[in-house]
């Protein structure tokens, strides 16, 4: 019997029931759960090459037929009701995959994720670069979403996002908010952002900054008043800035250097932890909001490094917002939201973390 949607979308409840992140989907083998970082094989039947096929042919929505037809596809998929899916299939040893991440329909608020509030200042920032950096699958979209969700019932303004692909479809509130997908409504990143500039934008969302170009573009954007959001794949602050100045020829690197000192609202890093609670995933964020000191550093007039301790200076009443990973993990524990063990796992510096922790 063919593999019909309705099977996908029983697998999809499964999924959503145990708090999947993503669903991997393989040749000759039952398909497998993320739950809290870990993969959980699903108590099914081992799939067919045609079973995986006839799942491609549903997410695409087309009927071609052999696996090569759908190597390196990127789409999404909603499933009415439930989720949406973000999925891309490949092939591998003669075999076809397929990794679904599932997104919830519901946009995120940031009283939902247990945010910070100074991340309601930032989004709410008329003009500057912020970044969302962290791994694949540390949550980076659904950050971005939700920034764009509070703009959208804060701001009367014109919202462009250029997405590969569309994750979450935001409603019209007090903002316009146009979304635009690569490939399908527009060819790549640097043209609809170049397009973007002409389309009287208040916010421009891109979904990822992947080359000098699509950086510089970003920096022009900020410059002439825009609030730019984007992501970048890179763990902490400083690894961030050091990756976008590394990005251009070394005899523009100075002038990089400038701009983005000029340009940066801030940066915020992320790590997933597995909550207490079972299937729970926790968000520890570091927050780097470019301070006087900050743009010192950016520019080389003091060493990069010192950023460190302006992050964890930032924390409290008189600080600037910003916070360091180990201080937001700290406070996780404390609030009994993961165990001592994933805390000091996750920590910066194990034994300056079990230290602070005596000492309170």
Request: glycine share 6%; charged share 25%.
């Amino acid at each position: 019997m063919a593999f019909q949607e309705k099977h996908l979308t029983s697998l999809v409840k499964v999924g959503l029931e145990h708090g999947a992140s993503d669903i991997h989907i393989r040749t000759g083998e039952p398909p497998c759960l993320r739950i809290r970082g870990d993969l959980v094989p699903v108590q099914t039947r081992d799939f067919s090459i045609n079973d995986v096929l006839d799942v491609a042919r549903i997410l695409t929505k087309t009927n071609k037929e052999t696996i090569h037809d759908y190597n390196e596809q990127d789409g999404s998929f909603e499933i009415p009701g439930f989720c949406r899916l973000r999925f891309n299939t490949f092939v591998y040893n003669k075999s076809i995959g397929i990794i679904l991440r599932i997104v919830n329909t519901k946009v995120p608020s940031f009283e939902d994720l247990g945010f910070s509030t100074v991340l309601k200042k930032i989004a709410l920032s008329q003009r500057g670069l912020v970044m969302v950096t962290g791994a694949t699958g540390s949550g980076k979209s659904t950050t971005l979403a939700a920034m764009i969700h509070y703009i959208n019932r804060k701001r009367h303004c014109h919202i462009v996002t250029i997405e590969d692909p569309i994750e979450y479809v935001h409603q019209q509130e007090y903002s316009r908010v146009t979304q635009r997908e690569i490939g399908i409504d527009t060819p790549n990143f640097t043209s609809a952002l170049r397009a973007a500039m002409r389309q009287d934008p208040d916010v421009i969302l891109i979904g990822e900054m992947r080359d000098p170009e699509t950086i510089s573009i970003a920096l022009k954007a900020a410059e002439t008043g825009h609030l730019v959001l984007s992501t970048v794949h890179t763990t902490d602050a400083i690894t961030t800035i050091g990756r976008v100045i590394s990005m251009f020829p070394p005899k523009e690197q100075e002038d990089v250097r400038k701009r983005l000192a000029e340009n940066l609202t801030a940066t915020v890093s992320q790590r997933m932890l597995k909550g207490i609670k079972k299937s729970n995933i926790v968000i520890a964020q570091e927050i780097m909001i470019n301070t006087p000191g900050v743009r010192e550093c950016i520019l080389g007039e003091e060493s990069i490094s010192r950023i460190n301790t302006i992050i964890m200076q930032g924390r409290g009443k008189e600080g600037s917002g910003s916070q360091s990973f180990d201080q937001h993990i700290t406070e996780l524990y404390q609030k009994g939201k993961i165990s001592k063990e994933t805390a000091i796992e996750a920590a910066t510096s194990e034994s300056d973390f079990i230290q602070k922790l005596l000492i309170e």
